[in-house]
């Protein structure tokens, strides 16, 4: 079992950067794969961006492309999601999700976090 804690989410200026955490507990992390997925206010969850259980291969929603990272320390049991130039519609509730085999479908992830709200002021 994985137990995953968001942090870093707060109130920026557009244009501005955050980096979010997610840190796992378990000795099992390295075997999942991880995604960050965000929802905002009366929208369904989307997917953001995700990470294969090596680290090897990233993918990115097409809004974020070029301007989010998504990285992880396995041996932090750690994924981070570096995200720059951010504009007012990437205010959500970001959550980090765990799953055996990466997919962009939140319903095929075993474990989430609590989430962590990003605000971004225009």
């Known amino acids: 079992q994985v137990q995953l804690v968001e942090s870093g989410g707060r109130l920026v200026q557009a244009g501005g950067s955050l980096r979010l955490s997610c840190a796992a507990s378990g000795r099992t992390f390295s075997t999942y794969a991880i995604s960050w997925f965000r929802q905002a206010p009366e929208k369904e969850r989307e997917f953001v961006a995700g990470?294969?259980?090596?680290?090897?291969?990233?993918n990115y929603a097409d809004s974020v492309k070029g301007r989010f990272t998504i990285s992880r320390d396995n041996a932090e049991n750690t994924v981070y999601l570096q995200m720059n130039s951010l504009k007012p519609e990437d205010t959500a509730v970001y959550y980090c999700?765990?799953?055996?085999?990466?997919?962009?479908?939140?319903?095929?992830?075993?474990?989430w976090g609590q989430g962590t709200q990003v605000t971004v002021s225009s």
């Open positions: 999700a765990a799953a055996r085999i990466f997919t962009v479908w939140p319903r095929n992830y075993d474990y």
């Open positions: 990470i294969t259980r090596s680290g090897a291969t990233t």
